[in-house]
C-alpha cells in the first residue's frame, strides 16, 4: 500500500526565516509526485509535479526537489501570505488515483 | 488553466435529510472525476471514482447507497449525500483533470454539517 508521509505537522515562520518542509513515500513504483497548497475552507491549489530522483521545480519562493525516497519543498524568505497547509501526493493505483499525506500547516507571521 | 467548479461551497442540513453537490469542469471535458473527503487534521480520502456514463467505482469502507454519484455528462458529475447524519459532516471535494497523465484540479470544495 502507497504510503506518504508529512513533517512537521505544523511550522511557524517569521517572515524572511527560511525552511524546508519534508515528504517522505513508500510506493510500489513511482510515477511522479504533487505538490499542492490548500487554504482553509478551499480545495487544493496545485504547486508542481515531479518526476524523477534529482528533479527540482521553482515558483516564486518555493522550491521543490525530489529523492528516491523523499521530497522537500523549500520556503526562501516566506511571507505571510505563504502560509497555508502543503499537501504533499503520489498517483497510486493509476495516475489519477492520488495518494495524500496529512499535510503541513505552515504559518509565517509578519 | 483548468477550472472545476464545485457547488455549494456550505450546506448545513437537519439528520436524515438528502444533501446534493455538484462538481463542474468549467473549460474541458472529464471522462472520470473524483470524490474526496476530509475530516479535521486529516489528510483527503479518496471515496470514489465518477466514469461518465458509466457506474461508479468506490473505495473500500464507502457506502455506494449513502453516497449516491452521477456523471451524466462529460462536464458535470453529482454527488448526493442520502439521509444525512451527524457523523457524515466533512469537507467533500470534487477533482478531475484534462487526461489521465495530467495533474489533478481540484474544486473549491463543500463543508457539510449536519444537525
Redesign the interface.
Given at each position: 500500500e502507497d504510503q506518504?508521509t508529512q513533517s512537521p505537522e505544523a511550522l511557524r515562520l517569521q517572515e524572511g526565516e527560511s525552511s524546508s518542509l519534508n515528504c517522505s513515500y513508500t510506493v510500489s513504483g513511482l510515477r511522479g509526485l504533487?505538490w499542492?497548497r490548500q487554504d482553509p475552507?478551499?480545495?487544493?491549489?496545485?504547486l508542481f509535479?515531479l518526476y524523477s530522483a534529482g528533479e527540482e521545480k521553482e515558483k516564486e519562493r518555493l522550491k521543490a526537489t525530489l529523492t528516491k525516497k523523499e521530497s522537500f519543498l523549500h520556503i526562501t524568505a516566506p511571507k505571510p501570505e505563504d502560509s497555508a497547509t502543503y499537501?504533499c501526493a503520489v498517483p497510486s493505483g493509476?495516475?489519477?488515483?492520488?495518494?495524500?499525506?496529512?499535510?503541513t500547516k505552515l504559518q509565517v507571521i509578519p | 488553466g483548468a477550472v472545476v467548479s464545485q457547488h455549494p461551497s456550505r450546506v448545513i442540513c437537519k439528520s436524515g435529510t438528502s444533501v446534493k453537490i455538484e462538481c463542474r469542469s468549467l473549460d474541458f471535458q472529464a471522462t472520470t472525476m473524483f470524490w474526496y473527503r476530509q475530516f479535521p487534521k486529516q489528510s483527503l480520502m479518496l471515496m470514489a471514482t465518477s466514469n461518465e456514463g458509466s457506474k461508479a467505482t468506490y473505495e473500500q469502507g464507502v457506502e455506494k447507497d449513502k453516497f449516491l454519484i452521477n456523471h451524466a455528462s462529460l462536464t458535470l458529475s453529482t454527488l448526493t449525500v442520502t439521509s444525512a447524519h451527524p457523523e457524515d459532516s466533512s469537507f467533500y471535494i470534487c477533482s478531475a483533470s484534462r487526461d489521465q497523465n495530467e495533474k489533478l484540479f481540484f474544486g473549491s470544495g463543500t463543508q457539510l454539517s449536519v444537525l
Open positions: 506518504v504533487f499542492y475552507g478551499k480545495g487544493p491549489e496545485f509535479t499537501l493509476g495516475y489519477q488515483k492520488v495518494t495524500f499525506g496529512i499535510g | -
